[in-house]
């Protein structure tokens, strides 16, 4: 192979927020592992949610200032448009330092072939540009939704966008399957800074190098065909990248609780409803009183991931009590009952793909974060959609209505629906409709595994991203 002939170096910059830094990492390890030591990996990433540099001990870490301030920092999760934002207007200067006075002017590395970038992280086109760096951009959420983020200008001009509550269900011109309730807004203070974030996204990406995409042809086909169309820059699909890697559980910010693993070996086949919304939703107290009465009355046993922060309302007497004692008094005593009959486990962070693999988990309620979205898919599990914000609208659409591998709450979260929505998909004596969901689903599962194997698709897009990385060469030394 001739890669092995000439070593290249990749910078990196992911999005530091976990439902991005997972992936990337994932598709770096990809890279590395399938160059067989041709590459050589930079990590350039932000203070804030900075990976763990000693479980990668393959890869150069290099830190740039992100003078984030806390309530900037808060807003990770109160406002993640307004987040994206100030963090691709801070990091251009400290961006650019780093690359000129740290990558490209180290005489003994070898060259670098391109910048890697998250799609949010858009201000690293303009600085790669000014460098005459080759971007190749990585959209780590769903493909789908990036065809509905470019799609934004024209149905704001058209008058679809703001959405009227009388056209919720209106199909969207020219996405198929979806309505304009699953467009993938991202909910914002202000949404023009939404709007913009989109709008600079897609632009930057169109003036990129390339596009690579978390995803498998057999499940997104009609994604990819809509994205070849919308960016004319050549596209790989190499995903699911969670299984072509062993990097998952390394990047992961917070440290899973492994004990709900011994709970589940206890647990019967298929009997445990998992429940997890990802690492930035939220919600009310009430809220959370529908999820545990939507539970208890389903009668399914449940592993609950509550992380902190996921109460949005509490009040300021309560930040300062001990997590566990306020969850106690604030979930309804029959669901602590359960807890207590060993009928369900509660925790703060799981090892999610670990519990999404174990044969006790009968369904995963989920938000439909992408990459919980293919770990789903991944292990084969059924889902319950509940989704929040952005790409999510999009992947409960295609979960429930195009895969019909899960049911999405459509009217948010009420405990009739809740209990109603876990009984149709749980186990039970003659539950046709779980049958054909689990032929479907384990149909989608063994699609993921063929597409990795020699001759399947992403095996071969991953062919192709690394000769088209090794063929990149920005060949550039400044001198100090
Ligand atoms: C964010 C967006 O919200 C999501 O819509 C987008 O697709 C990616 O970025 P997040 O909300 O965190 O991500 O959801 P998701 O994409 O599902 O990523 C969460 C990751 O955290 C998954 O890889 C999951 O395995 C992991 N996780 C989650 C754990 O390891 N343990 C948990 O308890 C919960």
Redesign the pocket.
Known sequence: MDQQLQRRRLVIFPCP????I?PMLQLVSILHSHSKGALSITIVHAQFNSPNPSNYPDFNFLSITDGLSQSEIESSTKDVSAFLTILNRKCVEPFRDCLVNKILSQKHEPPVACLISDATMHFTQLVADSLQLPRIVLR???PMSFVGFAAFPDLRQKGYVPVRESELEAPVPEIPHLKLKDLPVIKSYNSEVFFQLAADMTNQTKASSGLIVNTFESLDKLALELLNKTFAVPIFAVGPFHKFSSA?SSS?LMT?DQTCISWLNKQAPSSVVYV?F????SISKAKLVEIAMGLVNSEQSFLL?L?SGFIIDKSDDDKDKNEESYLTKLLPQKLNEMIMRGRGCIVK?????EVLAHPSIGVFWT?C????TL?GICEGVPMLCWPCF???MVNARFVSQVWRVGYQLENGLQRGDIERSLKRLMVQENNKEREEMMVRVKDLKEMAELCQKEGGSSFQSLQNLMDYIFSRNSDLKIAN
Do not use: F, K
């Open positions: 927020l976990q439902g991005h997972n780590t959420s769903s998952s992961s899973p997890s990802g690492s930035i939703a991931v992380r962070w799981a090892p999610q793909q938000h974060g992408w990459n919980s770990e952005g790409d999510q």
